[in-house]
């Protein structure tokens, strides 16, 4: 099935520890988005990514570092030098540099 | 700068119309998105509009003013399976197309 996973979809970690989210698609879509939702408000925009190879910051990058090795995969390291880790983490991807986000399910990550 | 501002919470009748505003500034503008958000799930596209107009898909319709930087989703015949959170996105271009996001409004539908 064509689609976008993330993983993993719940994680809990420790303050001070680095954690790394996965994101994989098989859409065959150019561009690639990481967003943090917190409660009761909408997506930021944390790193982008229109090609291979290229990424670039979004809003908040701070304590968010990013790769893009291949098409498919554009995982999200949160550091800890995130000062507030625990949210809603969206990927999302789109086959035009302008055209519609497609969601993976997110992956929750809760500091303890 | 940019902004997008939305109202944080609706409140309708089941069977009813509702209309959802939007009133955005950015620079690079591109085009208008409405995504429907339902609690602890991700966003799915609703509609797009990049030209001034209405554009209509079923019980969605959504509207853009370019000159006016404003935009609304329309929904009719409300059902319950409707409230949800409702999210107004801008696409810039400035050096790179990105999608920046309103922080949505609640929809709550009641019988």
């Known amino acids: 099935d064509g689609g976008i996973t993330q993983s993993p979809k719940y994680l809990f970690r420790k303050e001070g520890q680095n954690v790394t989210l996965s994101c994989e698609q098989n859409l065959n879509h150019d561009a690639m988005y990481w967003y943090r939702q917190d409660p009761g408000q909408g997506l930021r925009l944390i790193y982008y990514s229109q090609i291979v190879n290229d990424f670039q910051k979004g809003d908040i990058a701070e304590g968010y570092s990013v790769s893009r090795e291949k098409k498919e995969s554009f995982p999200l390291t949160v550091t800890s030098a995130q000062k507030n880790p625990t949210a809603f983490y969206l990927c999302?991807?789109?086959?035009?540099?302008?055209?519609?986000?497609?969601f993976g399910e997110g992956s929750r990550l809760t500091v303890l | 700068g940019q902004n997008i501002d939305q109202p944080t919470e609706m409140t309708a009748t089941e069977g009813a119309i509702v209309q959802i505003n939007c009133t955005y500034q950015?620079?690079?503008?591109?085009?208008l998105f409405w995504y429907q958000q339902h609690a602890g799930e991700a966003p799915t596209f609703l509609s797009y509009n990049v030209l001034d107009g209405l554009e209509e898909k079923g019980r969605f319709s959504s509207f853009l003013s370019r000159s006016k930087g404003y935009s609304y989703l329309l929904l009719k015949e409300l059902q319950m399976k409707d409230s949800a959170s409702y999210l107004c996105?801008?696409?810039?271009?400035?050096?790179?197309?990105?999608?920046?996001f309103g922080a949505g409004t609640r929809l709550f539908v009641k019988a």
């Open positions: 950015t620079s690079g503008f591109n085009g």
């Open positions: 999302a991807t789109a086959s035009g540099f302008a055209g519609e986000l497609f």
């Open positions: 996105a801008a696409t810039r271009n400035t050096g790179g197309f990105k999608t920046i």
